[in-house]
């Protein structure tokens, strides 16, 4: 896979996969997880080097089919979430797939998957059944909602968990009408996060201690810290000391501001950038004369009257005749781009961040590199992301079956390989 930066992260080179260099290189990963969520939290282990065995459904992961796609089962969301990675499609309802799955087991130092609990007992692959076959293995479980209450057992989905969350409503805050979802799929992204954070978290006590653990990551939980972190406000006192909500990210006036030709997004936060902008803007007799803009402490009760002050002053000149004051000194202001304006960003373009590679099945595909940079052990891109059950005889070789074996499961409908 040509990259826009020849060799940089150990990126592969067109026709081939790499060798992984980075820092988690010798790892192997069982994942059986769809959507996004788990996958992204893989995609991540993945890009450090693990080799990811992903097990799909005889179906393939649903996430193939979302978003514009030049052929059935290669959407650009899964290719994003499952480069990397390596893939095998199984009936796990069939002993002898199960039965694979326990054989890599043995030698895996992690699975990870997000499906039911009950569901995964049922199958013979819950933490019980994979311990016996690898007592040091991490078995990462992502669901809706703790084990440890009511919900438990719930089916979850990104917008279900936006709303439930408080991250919804959270737009009702800032003025909106009504509540929204972000038009992100937030909810699995954080999640994800948190999956890949613990799943490390547990590899490195396993290889301490050589014992493995299941892990639990709960997407509820997983929202609700973000947003009480920001927003539990006065109610984190007892008796309350205020409402709950932090104000200066609740104002309706903190958004991108408008200028002349377009928008700019800026943040005046500091003493010093309120000092200078005044300054900059030739009203410096704002800092002296106005008690409300002077502190923080005292901005802290004004923001809204701050915030649309600044968007009433932003309307008189471009964006690029903002961004040029606002460098010239040192204040925070950043353009707004449009998606499509992205891969073109300088900055974006210098670090290569932006590739153009070549898919065996796909053509020219763009996609982004890991924004991590590791000095000693660099991740990076070193498989394109995998064809529905494109690695399924190699995969099922390594489990220790005949070639025999499996070609009876495929035979049977049990196992496919693209």
């Given at each position: 896979m040509p990259s826009s930066e020849p060799g940089r992260n150990g990126d592969a080179t067109a026709g081939g996969a790499a060798q992984p260099t980075g820092p988690?290189?010798?790892?192997?990963i069982i994942d059986l997880t769809t959507v996004l969520a788990g996958p992204y939290a893989t995609q991540m282990a993945a890009d450090y080097g693990a080799d990811v065995i992903k097990i799909e459904p005889m179906e393939g992961d649903v996430m193939r089919l979302a978003a514009a796609k030049r052929h059935g089962q290669m959407g650009?969301?899964?290719?994003?979430?499952?480069?990397n990675k390596r893939s095998a499609t199984l009936n796990l309802k069939d002993r002898a797939a199960r039965d694979a799955v326990l054989k890599l087991c043995e030698s895996a130092d992690a699975l990870i998957h997000n499906v039911r609990p009950q569901a995964m007992a049922r199958l013979g692959l819950g933490?019980?059944?994979?311990?016996?076959?690898n007592p040091a293995l991490v078995y990462v479980n992502l669901v809706g909602y703790s084990?440890?209450?009511?919900?438990?057992?719930?089916?979850?989905?990104?917008?279900l968990i936006q709303g439930i969350s408080g991250m919804a409503s959270m737009f009702s805050l800032c003025g909106a009408d009504e509540p929204r979802y972000v038009p992100a799929v937030i909810a699995d992204r954080i999640s994800g996060l948190n999956a890949a954070n613990a799943l490390l978290a547990a590899l490195l006590h396993a290889e301490r201690t050589g014992q493995g653990q299941m892990v639990e990551v709960p997407m509820f939980e997983s929202l609700v810290q973000i947003v009480l972190g920001d927003h539990l406000g006065g109610l984190s006192f007892e008796p309350p000391a205020g409402p709950p909500g932090y104000n200066r990210l609740t104002t309706p006036n903190r958004r991108p501001?408008?200028?002349?030709?377009?928008?700019?997004?800026?943040?005046i936060y500091t003493d010093r950038h309120w000092k200078d902008f005044f300054h900059a803007?030739?009203?410096?007799?704002?800092?002296?004369?106005?008690p409300r803009f002077r502190t923080q402490a005292a901005r802290t009760e004004h923001y809204d009257t701050a915030y649309a002050m600044v968007a009433d002053f932003l309307r008189e000149r471009t964006t690029q005749e903002w961004l040029a004051l606002f460098a010239a000194h040192d204040l925070p202001a950043v353009p707004v781009h449009r998606i499509e304006e992205l891969e073109h960003d300088p900055h974006l373009r210098a670090t290569g961040f932006v590739q153009t590679v070549e898919h065996p099945t796909e053509g020219l595909i763009k996609q982004v590199r890991p924004a991590h940079d590791f000095s000693a052990t660099p991740a990076g891109i070193f498989r394109h992301a995998p064809n529905p059950g494109e690695h399924t005889r190699e995969i099922l070789a390594e489990a220790g079956l005949s070639n025999d074996d499996v070609e009876r499961l495929i035979e049977q409908g049990n196992a496919s390989q693209y």
């Open positions: 988690l290189a010798g790892k192997r650009p969301i899964f290719m994003h979430a499952n480069r933490y019980d059944d994979v311990k016996k076959a084990k440890h209450g009511p919900y438990a057992g719930r089916p979850a989905y990104d917008d501001y408008r200028t002349k030709d377009g928008f700019i997004g800026v943040l803007i030739g009203r410096e007799h704002i800092w002296h004369d106005d």
